[in-house]
């Protein structure tokens, strides 16, 4: 499975991004899909995963009702919208798709086979 990360850009204190994550070469609803993000100078950290089939979804603290993560089956893709968007957001941004059964998501990135290149959200005005 490839995955491909886009969306990112600058944006200010406040706004909104929607990053997608597309994968090629293997069904997205058969993996858990998970974002992560690595802020400069800070180790990588899991944000957001939605489960296969049912689609569970779990968000870190720090992200919880500000983000929300979705899958379109029909486009193999999995999005991350993103409102009131802060400085501390800024962090490149990746997606990761792991064999991880139930409907029950968790970001250990030990569980993720796959991953995108990242994208970069940069929060500022």
């Known amino acids: 499975v490839q995955l491909q990360a886009s969306g990112g850009g600058l944006v200010q204190p406040g706004g909104s991004l929607r990053l997608s994550c597309a994968a090629s070469g293997g069904i997205l609803d058969d993996y858990a899909i998970g974002w992560f993000r690595r802020a400069p100078g800070k180790e990588r950290e899991g944000i957001s995963c939605i489960s296969d089939g049912i689609g569970g979804t779990y968000y870190t603290d720090s992200v919880q009702d500000r983000f929300t993560i979705s899958r379109d089956n029909t486009k193999n893709t999995v999005y991350l919208q993103m409102h009131s968007l802060k400085s501390e957001d800024t962090a490149v941004y990746y997606c990761?798709?792991?064999?991880?059964?139930?409907?029950?998501?968790?970001?250990?990135?030990?569980?993720?086979?796959?991953w995108g290149q990242g994208t970069q959200v940069t929060v500022s005005s």
């Open positions: 990761a798709a792991g064999p991880i059964p139930g409907d029950v998501c968790h970001t250990l990135p030990f569980l993720y086979h796959y």
